[in-house]
Nanobody, 122 residues
Framework: QVQLVESGGGLVQAGDSLRLSCAASGRTVANYQLTWFRQAPGKEREFVAA?????RYADSVKGRFTISRDNAKNTVYLQMNNLKPEDTAVYYCAARPKSPFLRVDSRNFDSWGQGTQVTVSS
């Protein structure tokens, strides 16, 4: 398994930007699909963005969020622009070995970070 540590969360106002980081150790991220999920209070964990040989985004964040990967730093990022109050959640980084298709179901991932809180005020 790969160990993951998220950082970069915080309290911001609507319209602001944040960049989350997910540092991996134990394995190289180049061999994994890295994915961001989020979970708001009282809601199920939901897919946000994924990166492997390609990228994929949830409709709710498309055009505002960008996922990227720095293989040299073994880190994946989530640049979040034009944040909205509905983006408030704990954001988790997850990893699974690469496969031909990007997976977006959290049940397909066995490596998780501890999460980082993002709070967007209106």
């Amino acid at each position: 398994q790969v160990q993951l540590v998220e950082s970069g969360g915080g309290l911001v106002q609507a319209g602001d930007s944040l960049r989350l980081s997910c540092a991996a150790s134990g394995r190289t991220v180049a061999n994994y699909q890295l994915t961001w999920f989020r979970q708001a209070p009282g809601k199920e964990r939901e897919f946000v963005a994924a990166i492997s040989l390609s990228t994929r985004y949830a409709d709710s964040v498309k055009g505002r969020f960008t996922i990227s990967r720095d293989n040299a730093k073994n880190t994946v990022y989530l640049q979040m622009n034009n944040l909205k109050p509905e983006d408030t959640a704990v954001y988790y980084c997850a990893a699974r070995p690469k496969s031909p298709f990007l997976r977006v179901d959290s049940r397909n991932f066995d490596s998780w970070g501890q999460g980082t809180q993002v709070t967007v005020s209106s």
